[in-house]
């Protein structure tokens, strides 16, 4: 494990206390606003949606693609959030606990597979943590000399600007601050208070992600038990996966009229609308792997 997961796991486990900041709505689904910090943009507002998505007007360094594709994702989660609110899907409490339990242990393994390696990795953490801290204890006293700190002894731990500029930002945070200090108590904590400070077993926001995830799995089996496949769907499916020995690509350019009569021929009348020339030109590919007609056919 490089110290770069160390600084992100520090990061991951304190950023929930960031103070709330006038935030840029980017989308609205429905009523649910989606904001532009949720999706890896500047905290600031700014003055339209028009320009979150203008190449000119990001900020240095930033990522529109990126940011397009979160955007997606958050888009497409509160649809899901919607379909599950109305379906009144909800995990139970104890699922959900079970769940964070879970995925506890399974941190806790990859990170301590022996006593030693806790040791270790906890060292190392814990050397980073209070690093940060006291290098934010001598920025906000000099900034130029805390940004030097940053970089000499910070720097080589794993911290990045963007890392360290999410400290300074929050400086006088006081749930970041005491994260920070309870690195100088970690060696005296029990496993399940380390599992809670490290993988926020008791954080509420950590337990809305972990239950809406277990509801997106349920709305899943719900929808796909109102689904049915006639059987000749069915077949023709298993057709085209099992009997298929072949098949031709004709690559037909835009504007020709053979698409508009083809899209509009019934099937077994298309090949004859196909030209002589059309024709000469198919690309065939064949089967990769051979038939099995014994195979099942998954839906």
Do not use: C
């Not at 990170?111 to 943590?129: A, H, I, N, Y």
């Not at 990769?288 to 014994?294: A, E, F, G, H």
């Amino acid at each position: 494990m490089n110290f770069h997961t160390l600084v992100f796991i520090l990061i991951a486990a304190i950023a929930i206390g960031a103070q709330a900041r006038e935030r840029a709505v980017v989308a609205t689904v429905g009523s649910s606003p989606i904001y532009l910090d949720e999706i890896g943009g500047p905290n600031d507002p700014q003055e339209g949606e028009i320009k979150f998505v203008d190449p000119k007007g990001a900020s240095g360094g930033s990522d529109i693609d990126s940011q397009i594709i979160l955007l997606r994702k958050r888009i497409k989660d509160e649809v899901l959030r919607q379909e599950i609110q109305k379906r009144a899907i909800s995990p139970s409490d104890e699922l959900v606990t079970r769940e964070i339990n879970s995925y506890a242990d399974q941190q806790w393994r990859l990170l301590f597979p022996t006593p030693e390696k806790k040791k270790e990795v906890l060292s190392r953490m814990q050397l980073t943590g209070l690093k940060i801290l006291e290098g934010l204890n001598i920025w906000r006293e000099d900034k130029e000399k805390g940004n030097e700190f940053a970089k000499k002894e910070l720097e080589p731990l794993g911290m990045n600007d963007e890392a360290w500029s999410f400290y300074t930002e929050n400086a006088e945070d006081p749930v970041i601050l005491g994260k920070l200090k309870k690195w100088e108590d970690v060696d005296k904590m029990s496993e399940d208070e380390i599992k809670e400070f490290l993988f926020l077993t008791k954080n509420k926001d950590h337990r809305e992600n972990i239950k809406f995830i277990l509801a997106k799995d349920m709305l899943k089996i719900s929808v796909t038990q109102e689904i049915t496949v006639n059987p000749e769907e069915t077949q023709r499916l298993h057709d085209l996966m099992i009997n298929t020995k072949w098949i031709d690509i004709i690559i037909i350019p835009q504007g020709d009229e053979t698409l508009t009569k083809l899209s509009s021929a019934p099937k077994k009348e298309r090949n004859s609308i196909l030209s002589g020339a059309q024709e000469s030109k198919k690309i065939r590919l064949p089967r990769s792997k051979p038939r099995t007609p014994n195979a099942i056919l998954q839906i």
